[in-house]
């Protein structure tokens, strides 16, 4: 059972709370590319319950300051981003990327006062279509060098979409395999349906292992034909997620950002290792995502959710679209979801592990040290061992050992 005092640990992520003080040492994404090309304004943005501006400077760096002018607080993403940086437009006070003043044309001349001044600021760095921010102490780690963030661009999909609850709700959705029989399914799947496994066998074996990375999970459905369909995933602590997602060739992955403790960002990545990925998805996503990112089925309009649908084709009635599914149910579990009083059962053993390994990196940080995860020496960059694969295999196989033996340009994922 999760007590309030975890429940707080965990949920809470705003500054000097325990919770965002772990997830400040990692990088987290802060915009997606498309947010932000070269040559555009600056955005505010709010991240872990701060408000910031994220900018371009001349030169297409990136830069992420504090929001309000340390001068008296204007808000500088109404700035002009020219003379190497951003300068706000109350009374011209000019920063650049690592928040120094360089200028404040409004003081007397020879004043040496803007050397004193510093914006906050953080670190950022751009890669797979999305730009990472780091908001901890001292020397950023290292980006993790996880084989989907090195996808070029034709074999990649980023967006992103408003979730109006903690991210700790979206994060452990991705956790849990079991709801796919049931929030995900159809009524009806055809012989040649990829997603009939999920009605052959509704309660899977569930077996999550902790790793060096974070938690592998095999989750085993036993099918009519005695073959085992087994789905591998993973979780990246503190948020993020890799899966098979009906990928040809490579997987899935979900960071689940905090905007605040009661509103976060889901950044949806599709990678594949071969092949361009094609207009599909994108087409997808347009057609249920608006150009602010929050999704065609919400809260406010009840998901849309159709009850002659539920009668002939679908169990929730909400489409065939998974994602607004989630969100039903990971908003609908409240702002921030009251754990005490859950009863946790044997589908949820994953999310169980991933609780434990989250309570103890908020103590490694408590005391003083990095938590196991942050990654400062590229001799430890490297994760050979996350694979995210769904495989139909025949019942005598070790599901444990089989991703060992298939190479992985050879992995590929089936539909989630
Ligand atoms: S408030 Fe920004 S320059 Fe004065
Ligand atoms: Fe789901």
Redesign the pocket.
């Known amino acids: 059972m999760t007590s309030q005092e975890e429940n707080e640990l965990l949920t809470h992520t705003g500054p000097g709370t325990p919770g965002g003080d772990l997830m400040r040492r990692f990088w987290q994404p802060v915009a997606l590319y498309d947010e932000l090309p070269t040559g555009s304004a600056p955005i505010p943005v709010r991240l872990l319950g701060q408000d910031l501006v994220l900018f371009r400077d001349e030169r297409g760096q990136p830069g992420l300051l504090g929001l309000h002018c340390a001068h008296r607080g204007a808000d500088l993403s109404y700035g002009r981003i020219e003379d190497g940086g951003l300068r706000c437009i109350y009374h011209g006070w000019l920063y650049d990327v690592h928040g120094r003043c360089l200028e404040q044309p409004g003081e007397p001349a020879g004043s040496t006062f803007h050397e004193r001044i510093r914006q906050t600021a953080y670190a950022c760095i751009e890669q797979c279509g999305l730009i990472f921010a780091y908001l901890g102490p001292g020397q950023p780690p290292l980006l993790p060098a996880y084989e989907f963030l090195s996808a070029p661009k034709e074999r990649r999909f980023a967006t992103k979409y408003f979730q109006e609850c903690n991210y700790l709700q979206g994060n452990e959705?991705n956790l849990?395999q079991t709801?796919?029989s049931f929030?995900?399914r159809r009524l009806h799947y055809g012989p040649e349906d990829h997603g009939a496994y999920v009605i052959e066998d509704v309660a899977p074996t569930l077996e999550p292992e902790e790793t060096d990375f974070g938690i592998r999970v095999y989750s085993v459905r036993h099918l009519r034909s005695g073959r085992n369909h087994v789905k591998i995933s993973n979780f990246l602590p503190p948020n993020v997620a890799a899966f098979s997602g009906g990928i040809r060739d490579g997987y899935s992955v979900h960071y689940h950002v905090p905007i605040d403790d009661t509103h976060h960002w889901k950044y949806l990545l599709h990678f594949s290792r071969s092949a361009p990925l094609g207009e599909r998805t994108g087409q997808v996503f347009g057609a249920e995502l608006g150009p602010d990112y929050r999704l065609r089925l919400t809260k406010a309009n009840r998901y849309l959710q159709d009850r002659e649908e539920m009668k002939a084709a679908t169990f929730s009635g909400m489409g065939d679209f998974?994602h607004a599914?989630?969100a039903c149910v990971t908003e609908g579990a409240g702002t921030i979801q009251d754990r005490t009083g859950e009863h946790v059962a044997y589908s949820d053993r994953a999310i169980v592990v991933a609780r434990k390994i989250l309570l103890q990196a908020i103590r490694d940080v408590q005391a003083g040290r990095d938590p196991h995860y942050v990654i400062r020496d590229e001799s430890e960059n490297l994760f050979p061992e996350l694979v995210a694969r769904a495989d139909e295999l025949s019942g005598d196989v070790d599901w444990h050992e089989h991703w060992k033996t298939v190479p992985k340009h050879q992995h590929v994922g089936a539909p989630a």
């Open positions: 959705g849990d709801h796919f929030l995900h998974f599914q989630d």
